[in-house]
Nanobody, 115 residues
Framework: QVQLVESGGGFVQAGGSLRLSCVAS????????MGWYRQGPGEQRELIAR???????NYADSVKGRFTISRDNAKNTAYLQMNSLKPEDTAVYFC?????????WGQGTQVTVSS
């Protein structure tokens, strides 16, 4: 069982930046893919960024060029740097760990972007 704890959410004005962190209870070397998802009010949860153990990244079109995912295996932490935030980025952001045979979720952190 992998425990994931997100932090770094908050309230920011449009154009601002936030960095989300996701600390895992075990080494990221044992986790194939770390991902960030978000779920806005009345919307389905969507994948916005993922990073493999080899460092390959993928982004949703809606955040490409503005968000950057990274992982620090030594700190058991994945990050999501969010720049040029827009009101439509307002959502609960969830960290996800995919070990191949099991998937784990954090509790989520709220990001609110005002116009």
């Amino acid at each position: 069982q992998v425990q994931l704890v997100e932090s770094g959410g908050g309230f920011v004005q449009a154009g601002g930046s936030l960095r989300l962190s996701c600390v895992a209870s075990e080494s990221l070397f044992s986790i194939n893919v770390m991902g960030w998802y978000r779920q806005g009010p009345g919307e389905q949860r969507e994948l916005i960024a993922r990073i493999t153990s080899g460092g390959k990244t993928n982004y949703a079109d809606s955040v490409k060029g503005r968000f950057t995912i990274s992982r620090d295996n030594a700190k058991n932490t994945a990050y999501l740097q969010m720049n040029s935030l827009k009101p439509e980025d307002t959502a609960v952001y969830f960290c996800n760990a995919d070990k191949g045979w099991a998937i784990y979720w954090g509790q989520g952190t709220q990001v609110t972007v005002s116009s």
